[in-house]
């Protein structure tokens, strides 16, 4: 999606303008490995209008294979808007409009599964799941356990509130269940505090999450704690 950066510090009922940037959480963590000098192939929907085609052309820029990124004639590229302070930070304010977006019409058979199955990892967040039924359907398919395993399904939580807010369910409750059938999973200390009342620190985390082989849980300044299988 394509997010805008308030050009100063303050509410965004305040600011004056904003800069034109790229975001999503997959295509963050693919730029950032392809830049690493790994292999990534981006499998997405955006709109058939010029935000889409700054952020096919943007993130290809950084090394990532966008073949695979559909373009849809008749729902619009998401986008959001933030403010320059920091996430932790009770004045930072975030507001999405993917209500309705080409990525919230991906469904199974609307993307490339092939693609989707061709890489060792498939890297998958949180967010893709709040956006449409459709999405839920498609994300709970890919993180289906299999016999196979193939690819390896690295799921972050990525807890966004604001995105499960029309949707009916339980938004916390349904990223458990995600988390569960992954092999990687990554999530904050905070958002499991948040979306499911869990304080204890790294080792109690674990303990609500042991069936993913390997589980990071990010501390913040603190750095992050890692556990592989029994270790």
């Given at each position: 999606?394509?997010?805008?950066?308030?050009?100063?510090?303050?509410?965004?009922?305040?600011?004056?303008?904003f800069?034109?940037?790229i975001?999503?959480?997959?295509?963050?963590?693919?730029?950032?490995?392809?830049?690493?000098?790994?292999?990534?192939?981006?499998?997405?929907?955006?709109?058939?209008d010029?935000?889409?085609?700054h952020?096919?052309?943007?993130?290809?820029?950084?090394?990532?294979?966008?073949?695979a990124?559909?373009r849809?004639?008749?729902?619009?590229t998401?986008?959001?808007?933030?403010?320059?302070?920091?996430?932790?930070c009770d004045?930072?304010?975030?507001?999405?409009?993917r209500?309705?977006?080409?990525a919230?019409?991906?469904?199974?058979g609307?993307?490339?599964?092939g693609?989707?199955?061709?890489?060792?990892?498939?890297h998958?967040?949180?967010?893709?799941?709040?956006?449409?039924a459709?999405?839920?359907?498609?994300?709970r398919?890919?993180?289906a356990?299999?016999?196979?395993?193939?690819?390896?399904?690295?799921?972050?939580?990525?807890?966004?509130?604001?995105?499960?807010?029309?949707?009916?369910g339980?938004?916390?409750?349904?990223?458990?269940?995600?988390?569960?059938?992954?092999?990687l999973?990554?999530?904050?200390?905070?958002?499991?505090?948040?979306?499911?009342?869990?304080?204890?620190?790294p080792e109690?985390?674990?303990a609500?999450?042991?069936?993913p082989a390997?589980?990071?849980v990010?501390q913040?300044?603190?750095?992050?704690?890692?556990?592989?299988?029994?270790?």
């Open positions: 999606m394509v997010t805008f950066l308030p050009a100063r510090p303050g509410r965004l009922a305040d600011v004056p303008s800069d034109r940037g975001g999503g959480a997959e295509s963050n963590v693919l730029c950032a490995l392809a830049a690493a000098g790994h292999t990534t192939r981006w499998v997405s929907r955006v709109g058939a010029g935000f889409g085609d952020l096919v052309a943007a993130v290809a820029r950084y090394g990532v294979d966008t073949s990124v559909g849809d004639p008749h729902r619009p998401g986008v959001y808007f933030r403010t320059a302070d920091d996430r932790d004045t930072h304010e975030v507001v999405y409009y209500a309705g977006s080409a919230s019409a991906m469904a199974r609307s993307v490339d599964e693609a989707l199955a061709s890489g060792r990892v498939l998958l967040t949180g967010i893709t799941p709040a956006l449409s459709d999405c839920l359907d498609l994300v398919h890919l993180c356990r299999r016999a196979d395993r193939a690819p390896l399904v690295s799921f972050d939580v990525n807890h966004r509130p604001g995105l499960w807010r029309n949707r009916s339980a938004g916390a409750d349904v990223l458990l269940g995600l988390a569960r059938g992954a092999d999973v990554f999530v904050g200390e905070d958002e499991a505090a948040a979306a499911w009342g869990i304080t204890g620190g109690a985390l674990r609500a999450l042991p069936e390997t589980l990071v990010k913040g300044g603190r750095g992050a704690t890692l556990f592989r299988h029994g270790e």
